[in-house]
């Protein structure tokens, strides 16, 4: 119980300052010293994936013209190239913020401009690379650009427009947003109307099942 009350003063440390902590404590008796070795090693594991993550993000900054195709007439091909680029740089600095909290997710201007085109595209256009945007846009750390991402989601389904394909790939992640739940609610009437909802049906029942509250109550919408 002790350790236990003691390990409750890593909550806001830096890792640094973890690894201090934990080495201190294990050489004077306070914890047990292959518990801190334990911890020690995930948190330098925690560490060296950041620096992988941080490097990767510096690579993609590289490319100063990654986006350009958006602003600008260009093919197709540019087009999806360039939103495919916008995911990747999404999803890397989401990741690298789970990864430590300390890590700052806020995008730079180039990409915040990036996203406004992204999330201006006409919702059947480059549906899938629109949506794997979405997808990170709806689970992004920060506020503003979460709330983005909902506002275009409820435009589209306020216009009646459903893509099975998107809702498929959001409701098969490891986490799925209170108000996705919500809008699946909300629009279950629309939902339901449409011939593909038997597809995305099984995946609210498994999250049901694991006792998720919001996919309990979205269940019982389309029953």
């Known amino acids: 119980m002790e350790q236990k009350k003691l390990l409750k003063n890593l909550a806001g440390k830096t890792p640094d300052e973890k690894i201090l902590l934990l080495t201190a404590w294990a050489e004077s008796g306070l914890i047990d010293a292959d518990m801190a070795g334990e911890m020690t090693s995930k948190i330098e594991q925690r560490q060296n994936q950041k620096q992988r993550q941080l490097k990767q993000i510096k690579e993609f900054e590289k490319d100063v013209h990654a986006f350009d195709a958006l602003f600008k007439s260009s ?3 540019a087009k999806e190239m360039a939103l495919e680029k916008l995911q990747q740089v999404l999803r890397l600095k989401r990741k690298a913020y789970l990864t430590d909290r300390y890590f700052n997710a806020e995008l730079s201007p180039t990409e915040r401009c990036a996203l406004t085109a992204a999330l201006s595209i006409p919702p059947t ?20 650009i979460k709330m983005r991402g909902n506002e275009y989601l409820n ?43 038997a597809v995305i049906v099984p995946y609210i029942n498994e999250w049901a099942k694991k006792g998720d509250p919001g996919a309990i109550e979205a269940l019982k919408a389309y029953q």
């Not at 480059?126 to 503003?144: A, R, S, T």
């Open 75 to 77: 093919t197709a091909g």
């Open 125 to 144: 256009a480059f549906q899938i690379q629109v949506g794997d945007i979405l997808i990170e846009v709806l689970k992004y750390p920060i506020k503003k």
């Open 155 to 197: 435009q589209i389904l306020g216009k009646g427009i459903i893509d099975i394909s998107f809702w498929v790939r959001l409701l098969n992640r490891k986490y799925v947003a209170k108000r996705q739940w919500q809008q699946l609610i909300e629009y279950a009437p629309l939902f339901k109307g449409y011939a593909g909802v």
